[in-house]
């Protein structure tokens, strides 16, 4: 089936290190979104990448688009204690007989950041 | 504006008894809705979609089921509970529709269960 791979699975870092967790399709995705889960809370949705080759920046947080549509990361520049959390890569795919009239979302299994002050 | 409501945030329920877990969405319509299990320090699992009413895929066989009784609605169930049932659930919702540029899953704000 169609999946979405993401590494590493948990990432302990010291405050003001980088961080960047990487995310894999088996097959070409429409989309790609990431969702930062905090502690004790629910996925919510940061950006969404829709070029091929495509980079999209928030601030210390850096996305990237593969040029195949196949992969991505998320780079955060000097972490910070508030950027402790699960972070979460999303592939957009067709539902199975849809005939592209719906989508769908298959999530990676997340990359668990902890940050050091 | 939209809005996404899940309730109880907790629960704790003994390993038999029966379960259900409700999901209501407002400011929209004709939703996609999804529930998802997320056992401690994993992953998200699809449990449930289903893009209309009455309309339910199941992605994965186990003890749950799950009901769509009106378009803003989403229940999940079960009949007796497992231990195994344990974990925090999350509903959601997004678009329906052939524009894949405009899909983006809201959650709501979980329902932590544990079976004991």
């Known amino acids: 089936g169609q999946q979405v791979m993401q590494i590493p699975q948990y990432q302990h870092v010291q405050e003001g290190e980088d961080f960047t967790t990487y995310c894999n399709s088996s097959?070409?995705?429409?989309?790609i979104q990431w969702y930062k889960q905090r502690p004790g809370g629910h996925p919510v949705f940061l950006i969404q990448?829709?070029?091929?080759?495509e980079v999209k920046k928030q601030k210390r947080l850096t996305f990237q688009f593969g040029e195949a549509k196949k992969n991505s990361s998320l780079h955060i520049t000097a972490t910070q204690t508030t950027d402790v959390g699960t972070y979460f890569c999303?592939?957009?795919?067709?539902?199975?007989?849809?005939?592209?009239?719906?989508?769908?979302?298959?999530f990676g299994k997340g990359t668990l950041l902890t940050v050091n002050p | 504006s939209q809005t996404i409501h899940q309730w109880p945030a907790t629960l704790v329920q003994p390993v038999g008894s029966p379960l259900s877990l409700e999901c209501t969405v407002e400011?929209?319509?004709?939703?996609?809705l999804y529930w998802y299990r997320q056992a401690a320090g994993r992953g998200l699992q699809l449990l449930f979609y289903?893009?209309?009413?009455?309309?339910i895929s199941s992605e994965v066989p186990q003890n749950l089921s799950a009901s769509r009784p009106q378009d803003r609605q989403f229940i999940l169930s079960s009949k007796k509970l497992l231990l195994s049932d344990s974990g925090f659930y999350l509903c959601?919702?997004?678009?329906?529709?052939?524009?894949?540029?405009?899909?983006?899953?809201?959650f709501g704000s979980g329902t932590r269960l544990t079976v004991v």
């Open positions: 400011g929209t319509s004709n939703p996609n």
């Open positions: 289903s893009v209309g009413i009455g309309q």
């Open positions: 097959t070409t995705l429409s989309n």
């Open positions: 959601a919702w997004s678009v329906f529709g052939p524009f894949s540029s405009s899909l983006v899953y809201t």
């Open positions: 990448l829709v070029k091929s080759g």
């Open positions: 999303a592939g957009i795919l067709p539902t199975e007989n849809s005939g592209g009239s719906n989508y769908k979302l298959t």
